[in-house]
């Protein structure tokens, strides 16, 4: 491992647990345990799974213009945000390209932002320079971030902390567990049910081993966190989105939020509004992130390209695996508009053989958030 890696509060419980460790986002990060990816994978959608995720970039801003100043960098209402709720957001650039995803918390007092290991440092620089007077920002750099994932997880947290069954999806709640103050959201990045608890450095380990404890709950790598997130139809920055896709052409329109768009009581105001105003009202983008489920059972990986039946290349494929819940190879891609209508055969060329895969639905899983 090359000596300028950064390693987490939890470093020391991943080699012991006998993890296999890679470097990822500058962090020495556990690939898988013995159990193995695809194991990892199906004990996540069956019981629970641990994740440790303290590589993302933890951020408080404080000051009672703290929300709209960091609504001007999104399409997204923060003003109106409700305490101890979370929301999906994007920093877009001035061509309406998106320059990270992140989650947004109102604590009330301030507003917690968790933004991806990869663009941290970026995204702190874009706040430090653009979110003005009177709003200061504190990164949360003494925090680990793990994430407890499955249908089980909340029993098994429940147990050590009842309060989490008042939660549902998106709820956010800064508690005591185990005598620990954790900053604790019901969301995450698999399409179950779970949490996601900020726990100070120190308390990390001792935390973190409480919570392994529980019988349903396994560690889990970034091996099967990817191929649980893609069967959940969500994106990796860098891969799925980048500053090249607009949120339309990333088929997030969603993620806009109705009283930020043209039409809206707050209309515009964040980078590349403009550009993404037009593309709403004019749909004249060229290329669409859609969903492709493939025959047989070999993985179609990041960067194949695709083919309509005429063997003109029409897109490329952002990323791609053997789905264990869906059994059967799903990936996500581009592809030129007319290609991206559900059940449209395109072709993966994967080592010179054209693998035929149809345009599918994401998510490729039911999605179980629970919202009581």
Not at 206 to 231: K, M, N, W
Request: net charge negative; proline share 5%.
């Amino acid at each position: 491992m090359s000596e300028n890696l950064l390693k987490t509060p939890l470093f020391d419980l991943h080699v012991e647990l006998g993890a296999k460790m890679v470097p990822f986002a500058g962090y020495e990060m556990p690939v898988q345990y013995p159990l193995g990816v695809k194991k990892e994978h199906l004990h996540t959608r069956e019981q629970a799974g641990l994740f440790d995720v303290s590589h993302m970039g933890q951020v408080k801003l404080t000051g009672a213009n703290a929300a709209a100043a960091l609504e001007k960098l999104v399409p997204v209402d923060i003003i109106d945000l409700p305490v101890g709720k979370q929301r999906y957001a994007l920093f877009t650039n001035d061509e309406g390209g998106i320059m990270d995803d992140l989650m947004v918390t109102n604590y009330g007092d301030y507003i917690y932002v968790v933004v991806n290991a990869a663009c941290k440092d970026q995204d702190i620089a874009h706040m430090r320079a653009n979110l003005g007077e009177g709003v200061e920002l504190e990164v949360l750099d003494d925090r680990a971030l793990v994430a407890v994932q499955g249908p089980t997880a909340a029993a098994a947290i429940a147990r050590i902390q009842p309060a989490v069954n008042d939660m549902v999806f998106m709820d956010s709640r800064i508690m005591e567990i185990d005598g620990v103050e954790c900053f604790v959201s019901r969301s995450g990045y698999t399409g179950e049910d779970g949490f996601e608890i900020s726990i100070p450095a120190a308390d990390a380990d001792r935390l973190t081993r409480l919570f392994l404890a529980q019988p349903e709950i396994e560690a889990i790598g970034l091996g099967a966190r990817d191929s649980l997130r893609l069967e959940s139809g969500l994106c990796l920055y860098g891969h799925d989105i980048d500053t090249t896709t607009t949120p339309l052409e990333g088929s997030l329109i969603w993620a806009i939020s109705k009283n930020r768009r043209a039409d809206g009581e707050r209309a515009g105001g964040f980078p590349g509004a403009d550009k993404i105003f037009d593309q709403i009202a004019n749909k004249n983008w060229t290329r669409k992130r859609i969903g492709l489920i493939g025959e047989g059972r070999a993985p179609v990986r990041e960067g194949t390209k695709l083919f309509d039946a005429n063997d003109n290349e029409i897109g490329v494929v952002t990323s791609g695996t053997y789905g264990p819940t869906v059994e059967a190879p799903v990936a996500m891609g581009y592809v030129a508009t007319e290609f991206s209508a559900l059940d449209t055969q395109v072709f993966a060329d994967v080592r010179g053989k054209k693998l035929p895969m149809t345009v599918a639905r994401m998510p490729f899983i039911e999605q179980r958030y629970y919202r009581g």
